[in-house]
Nanobody
Framework: QVQLVESGGGLVQAGGSLRLSCAAS????????MGWFRQAPGKEREFVTT????????YYADSVTGRFTISRDNAKNTVYLQMNSLQPEDTAVYYC????????????????WGQGTQVTVSS
C-alpha cells in the first residue's frame, strides 16, 4: 500500500508559479513511477506528467511541456511538480499517483492516488 498526500496548491495570477509536493508513505516509493494528473470542472481527469522510478526519464503532456517540471527525491519519498508561466486553463485539482509500470500516461496504469490539491490561476 502507498498513501499519497499532495500539498502546495493555491491561488496565483496568470504568469505566476507554484510548486506542488506529494509525500508518499511506505518504504517502496522508489519502486513506483510517479505521475501528476489534473481535473478541471466538468472535464475528464487528464495526464500531466510522469517520472520513472529512478527519476532519469520524464514525460509531459504537450500542454505543459516547457512550463512544468516533475522531479522526485527518493530519500524523502516525495515527488514535486514545478509549474511556471501558469495560465487560467491550468486551473484544476491536481492529483499525484503511483504506478508500478514504466512511463505510464494513462489513468488505469496507476494503482494509488492522492486526494488532490486545488490550483486556481486568475487572469
Amino acid at each position: 500500500q502507498v498513501q499519497l498526500v499532495e500539498s502546495g496548491g493555491g491561488l496565483v495570477q496568470a504568469g505566476g508559479s507554484l510548486r506542488l509536493s506529494c509525500a508518499a508513505s511506505g518504504r517502496t516509493f522508489r519502486s513506483y513511477a510517479m505521475g501528476w494528473f489534473r481535473q478541471a470542472p466538468g472535464k475528464e481527469r487528464e495526464f500531466v506528467t510522469t517520472i520513472t522510478m529512478s527519476g532519469v526519464s520524464t514525460y509531459y503532456a504537450d500542454s505543459v511541456t516547457g512550463r512544468f517540471t516533475i522531479s522526485r527525491d527518493n530519500a524523502k519519498n516525495t515527488v514535486y511538480l514545478q509549474m511556471n508561466s501558469l495560465q487560467p486553463e491550468d486551473t484544476a485539482v491536481y492529483y499525484c499517483a503511483a504506478s508500478p509500470r514504466f512511463g505510464p500516461t494513462l489513468r488505469y496504469e496507476y494503482d494509488y492516488w492522492g486526494q488532490g490539491t486545488q490550483v486556481t490561476v486568475s487572469s
